[in-house]
Nanobody, 119 residues
Framework: QVQLVESGGGLVQAGGSLKLSCAAS????????MTWFRQDPGKEREFVAC????????TYAESVKGRFAVSRDNDKNTVYLQMNSLKPEDTAVYYC????????????WGQGTQVTVSS
């Protein structure tokens, strides 16, 4: 059974930082494209960042480039999203997802973790 469990969300002031974690079981994160998405109520789900392959392939949404960094710890089978210089518009539920060779059409999803950035 595949499980992706996100943690690390919370309330932070604009300009602050948070680091999200996605602990995986039932899948090996080094063998999947691991993607972070986010969704705010009333808005469409948005791609945030993806890491895949040997770990050198990283893709980011334009809105987070230079502020967010995706990484992976193969020993812990965990994916991270370091979020710096947070803005109120980053407020959303952040989801971790796993796909076979693709960042945009994942097969497995986590339950999400809330990130709220106050102005």
């Amino acid at each position: 059974q595949v499980q992706l469990v996100e943690s690390g969300g919370g309330l932070v002031q604009a300009g602050g930082s948070l680091k999200l974690s996605c602990a995986a079981s039932g899948v090996t994160v080094s063998s999947y494209a691991m993607t972070w998405f986010r969704q705010d109520p009333g808005k469409e789900r948005e791609f945030v960042a993806c890491i895949r392959g040997s770990g050198t392939s990283r893709t980011y949404a334009e809105s987070v480039k230079g502020r967010f960094a995706v990484s992976r710890d193969n020993d812990k089978n965990t994916v991270y999203l370091q979020m710096n210089s947070l803005k109120p518009e980053d407020t959303a539920v952040y989801y971790c997802a796993a796909g076979v060779g693709t960042c945009t059409s994942p097969t497995y999803w986590g339950q999400g973790t809330q990130v709220t950035v106050s102005s």
